[in-house]
């Protein structure tokens, strides 16, 4: 997946900070296929978290099949490397999945 291919499905990611931007997984990202929907869909529910929009994101991973969550979850987990980032997503694991 290009830079712009992952903006484009990360569509809240545009609020985030050169510096936020920077932090990111950028080798892992290129590893994502940017053409499968459920890659795509993670990215826009972690644009969404990851700007503080916490409760669709986990209403919609919440409907999810187990095979979709853990691929949404572990994309997530993936793409970051920021040390803080990666607290919220593991706290926003096991509140929305427990």
């Known amino acids: 997946m290009t830079n712009e291919e992952f ?5 809240h990611a545009d609020n985030l900070g050169e510096e936020a931007l920077q932090s990111l997984n950028w080798e892992e990202i290129e590893q994502l296929p940017a053409e499968a929907k459920i890659i795509q869909e993670a990215l ?14 986990a209403d919609d991973i919440r409907a999810m099949d187990a095979e979709d ?7 997530w ?4 490397n920021d040390e803080m980032a990666l607290r919220s997503i593991s706290i926003f694991i096991l509140e929305t999945l427990a």
């Open 7 to 11: 903006m484009t499905f990360a569509t």
């Open 44 to 57: 826009f529910l972690w644009s969404q978290f990851i700007v503080g929009n916490v409760s669709e994101p």
């Open 69 to 75: 969550r853990r691929r949404v979850l572990r994309t």
């Open 77 to 80: 987990i993936d793409i970051t």
